[in-house]
């Protein structure tokens, strides 16, 4: 297991400043839960889990973590967000279990005198006695400056002189909040060098927010001023824009500055499903590193070079994370895009039926439709059960259906170089166009064989825009036969069967003529009749 470099910690705060997030409240279960896999499995360093004397609930929640950290040995990585308000904060943490208490000061002169109404020297008195009340009952305090972004750049002394008052106050960490999310990398490097410089004795946390998008490029550059430790949420929950994303980090941090970081990556996806599914917050499907769809080539050129000789393989490889490389379907797709896909199947096609195949596939992504691996069973059955010829085809169909109403079907079809038009009510769409569809055959003197089976499947995992595959077994006087159909819409897959009936039986009539009358021959017969 790899061990930190000293000097640099992951603090996640997705259980307290990530509830911040408009409309997320986590339940104690659920705080237990994503706690223990941020500390378990992830492997943050500390989490930051709640803000004291919120609620009563608040308080079971923090003891019920508290409780299984202490008898994991981890009671010290779980912090809680207390207030300078004469040690009420101090006995809520103490009475939930907590050891660590992280106190709220003000960073900006703007928020001491306008939020506080006091001056400097005031807040310093307040700030002082508190930290001696937590110590007293053995909490180890951090400190967070609130607004420091916003103070440092306003009125810098006013920042300086506040460390100057707590520098043998005996804080562990000094937190340095981008409250609102407004420095740039440049910035953040600048003032964290400057503060770290002047107080080389003291161990600072950087904490941003996403405000501009620069959470992540900012923790960057704090990292490399020499920060203590970072913050971050998984999902990048918090206020208004959130905060810095906990996967970007700490690849980031390990990709590109080198870090030998605590973090096991390999629950990274499962840690983010899990705050995903408890937050109500859906997360993006581009969401670098555990969205859906950040491993999945569109391309076919990209496919074709991954192919080829893994032309389009980063560092961030899939298996790194505990994921797989995915290559999409649909209208972009090439011929290695389907073999990839194929071979992850296990199946093998012709080259003949794999251009088949694409040819599906791709007008498929042409009208819009979603085409996943577990369709592409589906499509190969249709296209291998496919023939050449084209007896009758269909042109255009409307069907209606009501409740307690009969269904309606208008179509119009092109039966051996003639156009024909029917409607008809049925017992359902699909049986309003077979009687439909009888209309138009029975002209020609041919006729439906009977319906004696009909199934219906889609993919397995139940998407509801998925592909349908509908099996439809036929009887006549020759025996069954059965055909299929794939489709969005189930009643146009079982269009599709009947139609492919259809079609074989007209084909059987023709070649029983061509067999019983020596005087026609195969000669002149136009290629999707022979």
């Not at 500055?257 to 499903?273: A, K």
């Not at 024909?420 to 077979?434: P, S, Y």
Request: charged share 25%; hydrophobic share 40%.
């Amino acid at each position: 297991m790899n061990t930190p470099t000293p000097g640099i910690e992951i603090l996640d705060t997705t259980l307290r400043d990530g509830e911040q997030t408009h409309g997320v409240s986590f339940s104690p279960e659920e705080k237990t839960n994503i706690g223990k896999a941020l500390l378990e499995q992830v492997r943050v360093d500390r989490i930051e889990v709640a803000s004291a004397r919120v609620s009563d609930g608040e308080i079971d929640a923090v003891s019920n973590l508290v409780g299984w950290a202490r008898g994991a040995g981890l009671a010290d990585r779980v912090e809680v967000l207390g207030f300078v308000d004469h040690g009420k904060s101090v006995g809520w943490i103490l009475a939930a279990g907590g050891r660590v208490i992280n106190l709220l000061a003000k960073g900006s002169e703007k928020h001491c005198r306008h939020q506080l109404g006091k001056t400097l020297d005031e807040h310093l008195l307040d700030l002082r006695r508190d930290i001696e009340i937590a110590r007293e009952q053995d909490l180890r305090v951090n400190l967070y400056l609130e607004d420091w972004s916003n103070g440092y750049r306003d009125n810098p002394g006013f920042v300086y002189r506040l460390m100057d008052g707590l520098v043998d106050a005996g804080v562990d960490h000094f937190m340095l909040p981008d409250t609102l999310g407004v420095m740039t990398p440049e910035q953040v490097f600048t003032a964290m060098t400057d503060m770290i410089r002047r107080f080389p004795d003291l161990r600072f946390d950087f904490h941003p927010h996403n405000d501009y998008g620069l959470a992540t490029a900012n923790v960057i550059a704090a990292t490399q001023a020499g920060t203590a430790a970072v913050h971050c949420t998984v999902n990048c929950l918090g206020e208004r824009t959130g905060n810095a994303s906990l996967a970007e980090v700490a690849v980031n941090l390990r990709d590109h500055l080198g870090l030998n970081l605590r973090i096991d990556e390999t629950h990274l996806v499962r840690v983010s499903e899990l705050v995903a599914h408890f937050s109500g917050k859906r997360l993006a499907d581009n969401a670098p590193i555990v969205g859906e769809d950040v491993f999945t080539q569109t391309a076919g050129i990209h496919a074709d070079g991954d192919h080829k000789a893994s032309l389009y393989h980063t560092r961030l490889s899939p298996e790194r994370f505990a994921r797989s490389r995915r290559y999409a379907l649909g209208k972009l797709a090439g011929k290695a895009s389907l073999l990839k896909n194929l071979e992850h199947l296990g199946i093998s096609l012709s080259e003949d039926n794999q251009r088949k195949v694409l040819q599906r596939v791709v007008a498929l992504g042409d009208s819009k439709k979603t085409i996943t691996s577990d369709d592409l069973p589906f499509i190969i059955a249709e296209v291998l059960e496919s023939k050449d010829y084209e007896h009758v085809e269909l042109l255009s169909c409307t069907i209606n259906s009501s409740l307690d109403l009969p269904a309606t079907a208008s179509i119009r079809v092109r039966l051996r170089g003639e156009v024909h038009v029917a409607a008809a009510d049925g017992n359902g769409g699909f049986d309003a166009f077979t009687e439909a569809i009888a209309k138009i055959l029975q002209k020609k003197g041919l006729s439906l064989p009977e319906l004696v089976d009909f199934e219906v499947r889609i993919p397995r995992g139940g998407r509801s825009d998925a592909l349908t595959e509908c099996i439809i077994t036929w009887a006549d006087e020759t025996g069954e036969v059965r055909t299929r159909g794939v489709h969005y819409n189930q009643v146009f897959a079982a269009i599709h069967a009947t139609l492919r009936v259809v079609n074989l039986r007209i084909q059987g009539s023709l070649q029983q003529e061509w067999s019983t009358d020596p005087a026609i021959s195969t000669e002149g017969v136009p290629e999707d009749e022979e």
